[in-house]
């Protein structure tokens, strides 16, 4: 008795945990999703009037890039197809970014910020949210809302 019992409770363990352990990866979010209308106009003030996604391969590096128009500047958000293979010098390949960037901490994930980008990493995946308004420089507090929305779309 006590031998079939273990060997159910065996077999319902190893057929379930293939499962359980799928879940636990974050399917790699999409460009164009990850941040809607409603977050761009609530975080910045922006109505965004169109979307154009893209897909990078440079250097090794490969992934999506969506860009996000509005009359008052462009969202660009990426998202790797794996790890931190973003474009440009970035706080996770270049020395004298990291030194400039700024963690934030407490959110449920890894969070940087640095130059008008937030980095957000999670479960094993890494996106970006870059803002580029047309009239003046984008400060910490523009950006830092964005990683917010981004965990959302990395559960």
């Not at 990078?56 to 969202?75: D, E, K």
């Not at 990426?78 to 700024?102: C, E, Q």
């Amino acid at each position: 008795m006590y031998r079939a019992a273990f060997a159910f409770s065996l077999a319902v363990a190893i057929s379930v945990s293939p499962v359980l352990v799928s879940a636990q990866r974050s399917a790699r979010p999409d460009a164009c999703k990850l941040v809607d209308d409603v977050s761009a106009f609530r975080l910045l003030g922006w109505t965004i009037d169109s979307r154009e996604k893209r897909p990078y391969a440079i250097m090794g590096a490969s992934g999506t890039i969506c860009f996000l128009h509005a009359s008052q500047g462009q969202i660009i958000v990426t998202v790797p197809d794996r790890g931190i293979d973003f474009v440009g010098a970035t706080p996770y390949n270049d020395a004298n970014a990291k030194s400039l960037a700024r963690p934030v901490y407490g959110l449920g994930g890894d969070v940087i910020l640095y130059n008008g980008t937030v980095y957000v990493t999670r479960y094993k995946r890494s996106v970006s949210v870059h803002v580029v308004p047309n009239d003046a420089p984008t400060s910490y507090p523009d950006v830092e809302g964005f990683a917010r929305v981004a965990l959302r779309h990395m559960r």
